[in-house]
């Protein structure tokens, strides 16, 4: 008999508080915390160091196609697209230099493997971190006019102290009035101002197109071939900023593309980085359609994380070699015996590529493909290795050897979750979200699912990533009665936000007086519901996330909160299979009211065929085939496994009857 079968529903916001245990860690974190501290620190950036280009890790697929963007004899307007912290800032800055100071350099500087003649350049940097705009903070227009100049100015400097170029009001002012004389027209100065006159008119009413000229004027004067505006970290302010800011240098580029009858002697180009849902929503906006940024360069995936890792070890190693630490690497930099650390290398980079190279789809998407998260995660993981260490592994031994490890999916995944915590509690921040949200109404159940559902058809047929919230929630209004949705679906929404499951975009459009909401959904959610149907270990975190029991099991200490991922592999198995049948409960009164009250075809063309229930079952199948040894998954099972099955495969077998 299952001896916690009296349980108790609680919704994700009533959590049971049990006490924590103490923390433990495990044999790993004893051995190389200070390795720890430097190799896996999500703050150590490689931009920091003096040996970027050695920590540096590449993407050839996307830097030949930033390449032959910039090589490209015609200007272009090119966005950097990808998940937040997956490496779209270090390889722009990679290439074109962390200073925020303009600088001259060949396309053969840039990209050392160009062929042909060096084309001189040069780079104009915006990046707006360094100008201290609080995250989703609004830059006023000024603001952004302020940022332009000063850099116009600064490269315009730049110019002019490079190639000695010298210019007096008359002559600035026959350069504008060639390809825009209204810029230097004024009627107030009289008929027949003076050019020195209008030059000091000019400046005086508008400082930021006065120093785009004396920019435009050192480059016509000069034998730069190419210009390079560089906008990145667009996501540090608000929409409507972001929209600005990138209109503002599409105008700027338009501006030095101008040149009237004059020959214009380089080529404008214009790089920014946004994210793939900011990128469709500004290319779609009515203030900036009219530009041509149709084209993107997308990060698919991060960097290795293993590769990541591996090359901050070389590093360590070589600085450490040479008899050299940078301040960075704090206790490293006082090794003793180099040997002895050198052989702690080699254990302890065959284990981290084992956990990292392994799981590390996973480890990626779990964190939507953000590489600092994923190094936190990784750090956590590495310090409570004692989720997958053998019981051979003696407690006091620091002779730290690779087959003391067992790297199964289940050990790795309980030490990215649970990390030094042995049991469950409101207190211990799991990565893993449970995606089948379950509430005291059990019709609300499914309702994270059927959005994820929903948002896998508009991605694979419409190829969209920014869905309005509307149309989710006129969607969900079909396997769900109106009030339901009414009354839940803001509740479910910022549960799926607040995990990051999916995440929200609110732009103003013109003329409107309220805000349109998009929501765009990640990779975790993704990643997790396919994890579902390979291993009931997914299952088993899901279910600690929501029901909790509590003076039930064995001698643990009383009112203590225990998850299923501390109970014995029968018991596990009888939770999941439960767990299961209450999922195809759902599932079939969703569809029975489907039949009743709405279009089965319609469902189908909104939310696809896939079922919900059907391949948890099957990913239970194979985790007790995999558990028990068996040919078949069921037979020979302990009996009242068997039965728990039995009755979850009657429950799924009836879904959409």
Same mark, same amino acid.
């Given at each position: 008999?299952?001896?916690?079968?009296?349980?108790? !529903?609680?919704?994700? +916001?009533?959590?049971?508080?049990?006490? @924590?245990?103490?923390?433990?860690?495990?044999?790993?974190?004893?051995?190389?915390?200070?390795?720890?501290?430097?190799?896996?620190?999500?703050?150590?950036?490689?931009?920091?160091?003096?040996?970027?280009?050695?920590?540096? &890790?590449?993407?050839?697929?996307?830097?030949?196609?930033?390449?032959?963007?910039?090589?490209?004899?015609?200007?272009?307007?090119?966005?950097?697209?990808?998940?937040?912290?997956?490496?779209?800032?270090?390889?722009?800055?990679?290439?074109? /230099?962390?200073?925020?100071?303009?600088?001259?350099?060949?396309?053969?500087?840039?990209?050392?493997?160009?062929?042909?003649?060096?084309?001189?350049?040069?780079?104009?940097?915006?990046?707006?971190?360094?100008? /201290? &705009? #609080?995250?989703?903070?609004? @830059?006023?227009?000024?603001?952004?006019?302020?940022?332009?100049?000063?850099?116009?100015?600064?490269?315009?400097?730049?110019?002019?102290?490079?190639?000695?170029? *010298?210019? +007096?009001?008359? =002559?600035?002012?026959?350069?504008?009035?060639?390809?825009?004389?209204?810029?230097?027209?004024?009627?107030?100065?009289?008929?027949?101002?003076?050019?020195?006159?209008?030059?000091?008119?000019?400046?005086?009413?508008? $400082?930021?197109?006065?120093?785009?000229?004396?920019?435009?004027?050192?480059?016509?004067?000069?034998?730069?071939?190419?210009?390079?505006?560089?906008?990145?970290?667009?996501?540090?302010?608000?929409?409507?900023?972001?929209?600005?800011?990138?209109?503002?240098?599409?105008?700027?580029?338009?501006? @030095?593309?101008?040149?009237?009858?004059?020959?214009?002697?380089?080529?404008?180009?214009?790089?920014?980085?946004?994210?793939?849902?900011?990128?469709?929503?500004?290319?779609?906006?009515?203030? $900036?359609?009219?530009?041509?940024?149709?084209?993107?360069?997308?990060?698919?995936?991060?960097?290795?994380?293993?590769?990541? $890792?591996?090359?901050?070890?070389?590093?360590?190693?070589?600085?450490?070699? =040479?008899?050299?630490?940078?301040?960075?690497?704090?206790?490293?930099?006082?090794?003793?015996?180099?040997?002895? %650390?050198?052989?702690?290398?080699?254990?302890?980079?065959?284990?981290?590529?084992? &956990?990292?190279?392994?799981?590390?789809?996973?480890?990626?998407?779990?964190?939507?493909?953000?590489?600092?998260?994923?190094?936190?995660?990784?750090?956590?993981?590495?310090?409570?290795?004692? %989720?997958?260490?053998? *019981?051979?592994?003696?407690?006091?031994?620091?002779?730290?050897?690779?087959?003391?490890?067992?790297?199964?999916?289940?050990?790795?995944?309980?030490?990215?979750?649970? !990390?030094?915590? =042995?049991?469950?509690?409101?207190?211990?921040?799991?990565?893993?979200?449970?995606?089948?949200?379950?509430? =005291?109404?059990?019709?609300?159940?499914?309702?994270?699912?059927?959005?994820?559902?929903?948002?896998?058809?508009?991605?694979?047929?419409?190829?969209?990533?920014?869905?309005?919230?509307?149309?989710?929630?006129?969607?969900?209004?079909?396997?769900?009665?109106?009030?339901? &949705?009414?009354?839940?679906?803001?509740?479910?929404?910022?549960?799926?936000?607040?995990?990051?499951? $999916?995440?929200? *975009?609110?732009?103003?459009?013109?003329?409107?007086?309220?805000?349109?909401?998009?929501?765009?959904?990640?990779?975790?959610?993704?990643?997790? %519901?396919?994890?579902?149907?390979?291993?009931?270990?997914?299952?088993?975190?899901?279910?600690?996330?929501?029901?909790?029991?509590?003076?039930?099991?064995?001698?643990?200490?009383?009112?203590?909160?225990?998850?299923?991922?501390?109970?014995?592999?029968?018991?596990?198995?009888?939770?999941?299979?439960?767990?299961?049948?209450?999922?195809?409960? +759902?599932?079939?009164?969703?569809?029975?009211?489907?039949?009743?009250?709405?279009?089965?075809?319609?469902?189908? *063309?909104?939310?696809?065929?896939?079922?919900?229930?059907? #391949?948890? @079952?099957?990913?239970?199948?194979?985790?007790?085939?995999?558990?028990? /040894?068996?040919?078949?998954?069921?037979?020979?099972?302990?009996?009242?496994?068997?039965?728990?099955?039995?009755?979850?495969?009657?429950?799924?077998?009836?879904?959409?009857?």
């Amino acid at each position: 008999m299952n001896p916690l079968s009296d349980k108790r !529903r609680y919704r994700l +916001s009533d959590r049971l508080s049990g006490t @924590l245990p103490a923390k433990f860690e495990g044999l790993l974190d004893r051995r190389f915390y200070p390795y720890f501290d430097y190799l896996l620190d999500s703050q150590h950036s490689p931009e920091e160091q003096s040996d970027f280009y050695e920590v540096y &890790v590449n993407n050839p697929e996307i830097e030949e196609k930033l390449r032959r963007r910039v090589s490209s004899p015609t200007t272009h307007i090119t966005a950097l697209t990808g998940a937040r912290g997956i490496g779209k800032s270090t390889t722009l800055r990679y290439f074109f /230099g962390v200073s925020t100071q303009p600088k001259l350099k060949s396309l053969k500087e840039i990209f050392p493997g160009q062929t042909g003649r060096g084309v001189k350049t040069v780079i104009v940097p915006f990046y707006l971190d360094t100008y /201290g &705009v #609080p995250e989703g903070g609004k @830059l006023s227009d000024a603001k952004i006019r302020s940022i332009l100049t000063s850099q116009i100015q600064a490269a315009a400097e730049l110019i002019y102290r490079t190639y000695n170029v *010298e210019v +007096s009001d008359e =002559e600035l002012f026959d350069f504008i009035n060639t390809h825009k004389s209204q810029l230097v027209t004024f009627p107030e100065l009289g008929l027949k101002p003076t050019p020195r006159a209008r030059i000091e008119r000019f400046r005086s009413a508008d $400082v930021y197109a006065y120093t785009t000229e004396l920019l435009k004027f050192g480059l016509h004067n000069s034998d730069i071939e190419r210009v390079i505006l560089i906008v990145d970290d667009i996501e540090s302010c608000s929409f409507e900023s972001q929209k600005n800011i990138v209109k503002g240098i599409m105008r700027l580029r338009d501006c @030095l593309k101008n040149f009237g009858d004059l020959p214009r002697t380089y080529v404008p180009d214009y790089i920014f980085t946004c994210r793939p849902a900011t990128f469709n929503l500004l290319k779609s906006h009515p203030e $900036v359609d009219g530009y041509s940024i149709g084209h993107s360069i997308n990060f698919n995936k991060p960097a290795s994380i293993a590769e990541v $890792v591996s090359r901050r070890f070389d590093y360590a190693k070589k600085v450490l070699g =040479e008899g050299r630490a940078p301040n960075a690497m704090g206790t490293l930099g006082n090794v003793k015996n180099l040997e002895t %650390w050198r052989e702690a290398y080699r254990a302890f980079e065959a284990i981290i590529n084992s &956990v990292a190279s392994v799981n590390e789809a996973f480890i990626a998407n779990l964190c939507n493909h953000d590489l600092r998260r994923a190094l936190i995660d990784l750090q956590g993981a590495l310090r409570n290795s004692r %989720w997958y260490e053998r *019981e051979t592994h003696s407690q006091g031994a620091f002779k730290i050897t690779e087959d003391k490890y067992n790297f199964s999916t289940a050990g790795i995944i309980r030490a990215f979750v649970l !990390r030094e915590n =042995e049991y469950y509690s409101e207190e211990v921040d799991t990565v893993l979200p449970n995606l089948f949200f379950n509430h =005291e109404r059990d019709e609300i159940d499914l309702m994270v699912l059927h959005i994820l559902k929903f948002c896998f058809e508009q991605t694979r047929s419409k190829r969209i990533t920014a869905i309005p919230l509307s149309r989710i929630s006129d969607a969900l209004k079909i396997p769900y009665r109106v009030e339901v &949705v009414k009354n839940h679906f803001d509740e479910v929404l910022d549960y799926m936000i607040s995990t990051e499951i $999916v995440r929200q *975009e609110m732009v103003k459009m013109p003329g409107d007086r309220t805000r349109m909401r998009y929501i765009i959904p990640m990779n975790k959610g993704f990643a997790l %519901w396919r994890a579902c149907r390979s291993t009931s270990v997914f299952l088993e975190f899901f279910r600690d996330n929501t029901f909790m029991f509590h003076n039930s099991v064995g001698t643990f200490q009383k009112g203590r909160t225990i998850g299923t991922s501390r109970l014995d592999s029968e018991h596990k198995f009888i939770f999941t299979a439960e767990f299961i049948s209450e999922v195809a409960g +759902s599932e079939s009164k969703i569809y029975r009211f489907i039949n009743k009250y709405r279009d089965m075809q319609k469902y189908r *063309e909104v939310f696809g065929t896939r079922f919900i229930s059907r #391949p948890l @079952l099957w990913g239970f199948r194979d985790s007790l085939r995999r558990h028990y /040894g068996l040919a078949r998954y069921n037979s020979d099972l302990p009996t009242d496994v068997k039965i728990a099955l039995s009755r979850a495969e009657r429950d799924v077998s009836r879904v959409k009857r």
